[in-house]
């Protein structure tokens, strides 16, 4: 699904360039889970950005679901995120003049998806995070947990190939990060792929595969034994 | 330009909008003033206008006054200071001459300039007036409302030399009670009695003749005073397109030659030119016309302006929630047509409520002003003005969105969705 071969990328700081990505390789299959682990400075978050589109690489390729992603102007790279990648975040990021329900379908809607077609997606997948009830409520009115369980619905709408989590359990406790967690491994066992930066083990344990990055580099890439989160449930 | 119809477009800007409601109505207050000011503003100044017209709607707009004085140079072998007095013939000679004179009217009169009224009685009352000797061609000049069933003086009256008058309205005041019809009861005027034929009615705005003028045939007065062929004035209208200031230049020439008086003589003649002061007091509504009209746009302007400043500073807010809008798939174009149809669609509104609003106070202006004494009428903007506001408020909304927008574009999803 994913291929990363040689991936460089440095950051230009006035006079001095910051090397962040030294030489990635780096395969995804359909249907992984994979946990992205390295402390701050390590590069996950800009590997993260660079495989959302949301970033350029320096050197190396990045093909997604076998089209080469390079050189993207700002337009086609809307495309491709809005077809290929559902993205969720650290800080929710739903947009707080909205209920829901249209945050779920805010990704349909640039998909040009009819109005009605939107809003029963929307409430499906809102149903399917367990919040079919709240789906009229505006994110103020929800808790962290339920607002990134609608980021995961929202995440989810598009149907893409790749969902990217970017620290989802950052802004959680531990017992809310284990209920997103719990959805998310659900989400994996129907198929989907996911890739989730994350810096706390437990939350990597949960994956099926931890890639581990230190100073820009892979130093460690290993399958893992899942641990399910509906045990602390 | 699909975008534009699409139901799910106006969706999404409508949402944007109407859920900042503070920005949303801060940012309509600014446009609103602007385009209620130009309406305000130039309805007033089409009220004037409207004003003016109908004050000099009585009177033949491009008429002058003119009469003799005495000469102030000697000439010909006349000296200084010689009186001059206007004769019949000289209007036939004038009408003759001047084709640029499309009527002219000579009067002599009793009881103004300085001369003793005329003592009118009837039975127990009785009142001083002036009195003047017209011919039926003055109500070309000066329209006379004449009520009740009366008429004016016709051409019958001035062939047959008839003792008939017309009173004003005060002088009717003065000389009836309230009931009675005064229309073919006989007054004692001086020492003549004469048949009441007519009231005129002050006319409302400019006119020549006050309400205690009293009008009889040009030849009763002749023969009443033995007046001969002498005249106190002459009314002209010229036609409604030549230059007023010219003919009556060309009167006072033609004038002097017939009278022989030194043409450089400023002082033999004299006029009044009502042409000069209506077309200097329509200059004046006209600049206040054109006043308005750049006081309104650029407050209209100022009001764009600062539709662009709180779109802008509210992209800079909603970096955040633009950032997510491109992640989730909308593209650079996208988040610029939101933008910017925000902007147009605020402007719009605004302008709308703006118009509806200047409407409603024109509205509340023409009904305090309808019944008090001041030359305003009907304040109203022509519909080109208000769709050319309208043009202008949408091409400028489309301009100055596009500052903001162009800022929301060049921000990069990346730094838009970094964590603060």
Redesign the interface.
Known sequence: MIEIKDLHKSYKMGKNSLHVLKGINFNVEEGELVAIMGSSGSGKSTLL?IL?M??ELDEGSYTLDGVAIKNLN??KA??Y???FLG?I???F??????SAA?NVA??L????VA?KERQEKALKYLTQVGLKEWAGHLPSELSGGQKQRVAIA?AMA?EPKVLLADEPTGALDSKTSYEVMDLIQKINDQGNTILIVTHEPDIADMCKRIVHLKDGVIIEDKKIEQVRASKYV | MGFLFDRNTWQEIFGSISKNRTRTIITIIGVLWGIFIYIALSGAAKGLDNGFDKVFKTVAINSMFVWAQSTSMPYDGFKTGRPLQLKLEDVQTIQNRIPEVQYIAPRITQGNFGSEPVYTVRGQKYGSYVLNGDYPIYTKISTKKIYDGGRFINQEDIEQSRKVIVIGERVEQELYTKDEDPVGTWIRVGSVYFQVIGVHKLAQGVSFDSDTAMFIPFTTYQKLYNSGDNIGYMCIAAYDNVDVVQVEKDIKTLLKNIHRVDPEDERAFGSFNLGEVFSKTMGFADGLTFMSLVVGIATILAGVIGIGNILLISVKERTKELGVRRALGATPAEVRNQIVMESVFLTLIAGILGIILGAGVLALINSFTKDIDFPYTNPTVPIPYVIGALVIMVVLGTLIGLIPAQRAVSIRPIEALREE
């Open positions: 950005n959302g949301l970033d700002e337009t809307a495309q995120r809005n077809k993205f975040f650290q800080s990021n739903l947009i707080n003049y909205k249209e805010l990704p809607y640039y998909q040009k109005r929202r598009a």
